[in-house]
């Protein structure tokens, strides 16, 4: 299993330390990169690949602090979240479909909440082929605790930015997410295309 990550890096088996992403800053192309793809467009590469880099960045910083404070990876307080935002039962399918996983990994996430007495699954009375979710005392405690780390976390990222800074980023984020979800309602993208492969690739 790999070692967490710290402010320095992730530990590699060989006991060296490799850079975080956040610590390698925004993707740059190289000078090259118009020659090598005469249909791209550097600048979309590099939000692109800049903005999966950050969202990592985040990722990992509040993985980092609930695994530190209650010893879980943040997909499976995610997923506990999502469960205390609803203020109701949900149903497996439903916290997935929230949470953005696979059904077979949110079976492993419920049961590794189920064993720490965070939820509980209930009979579906509207359906019994299926079974609901519904958060104990102990998870609504639990939330209560970690969320306004979370907060914390988040506004000390941000922190960067000025307040109008980051009211224009969410509304350029807001684009992206818009234009992402036309896309996903189209056939995909052929991952086809012209390549001129630059000498330094031999």
Not at 56 to 61: D, H, K, N, S, T
Not at 129 to 139: A, F, K, M, N, Y
């Amino acid at each position: 299993m790999p070692a967490p990550e710290n402010a320095r890096g992730r530990t590699r088996r060989d006991g060296a330390i490799r850079p975080a992403g956040a610590a390698r800053g925004s993707v740059r192309v190289d000078p090259d990169f118009s020659s090598e793809y005469p249909e791209g467009d550097a600048h979309s590469t590099e939000a692109s690949a800049s903005l999966v880099r950050a969202g990592q960045a985040v990722l990992a910083e509040l993985d980092r602090g609930i695994t530190d404070s209650i010893d879980v990876r943040q997909p499976i307080f995610t997923a506990l979240a999502v469960l205390d935002g609803a203020g109701a039962a949900l149903t497996p399918s439903e916290i997935a479909d929230r949470v953005l996983v696979a059904s077979a990994t949110m079976t492993a996430t419920l049961d590794a909440l189920e064993r720490r007495a965070w939820v509980r699954r209930v009979a579906n009375p509207a359906d019994r082929r299926s079974v609901l979710v519904e958060i104990t005392p102990d998870g609504r405690a639990v939330a209560d605790q970690v969320l306004p780390g979370i907060r914390a976390v988040e506004k000390s990222m941000m922190s960067t930015l000025t307040v109008t800074e980051r009211a224009q980023l969410v509304e350029l984020l807001d684009k992206v997410l818009q234009r992402s979800a036309v896309l996903a309602a189209e056939d995909p993208i052929p991952m086809t295309g012209p390549r001129v492969r630059p000498d330094r690739l031999g």
